[in-house]
């Protein structure tokens, strides 16, 4: 059973950066697809980065150019680096599957942005 634990969160102000870490354990699969979903108060989980064959990367509009995705595979770690964070970009994170939600979702982490 593949086992994901989010961390890096934190309270910022609007204009900082956060890094945002995803461990796999419990397989030993390389990890080939990954995203990166948050959960906003009141609104759906939405999937906002992922990673594909090929490094191949994709994100939401409203956090592109600002976030980017990284993995290694040797660490089976996932990254989101988070720049120029803005308020609407208070959630709670996960990761898992970019097309589909195959895993048991982690703990997440709380990022706050504030003004």
Do not use: H
């Not at 419990?26 to 990673?51: F, H, S």
């Not at 191949?56 to 990284?70: E, L, M, N, P």
């Not at 208070?90 to 195959?102: E, K, L, Q, R, W």
Request: proline share 4%; charged share 20%; aromatic share 8%.
């Amino acid at each position: 059973q593949v086992q994901l634990v989010e961390s890096g969160g934190g309270l910022v102000q609007a204009g900082e950066s956060l890094r945002l870490s995803c461990v796999g354990s419990g397989t030993l699969v390389v990890i080939n697809a990954m995203g990166w979903y948050r959960q906003a108060p009141g609104k759906q989980r939405e999937l906002v980065a992922a990673i594909r064959y090929g490094d191949k990367k994709t994100y939401v509009d409203s956090v592109k150019g600002r976030f980017t995705i990284s993995r290694d595979n040797a660490k089976k770690t996932v990254y989101l680096q988070m720049t120029s964070l803005k308020p609407d970009d208070t959630a709670v994170y996960y990761c898992n599957g970019p097309d589909s939600p195959i895993y048991r979702w982690g703990p997440g982490t709380q990022v706050t942005v504030s003004s």
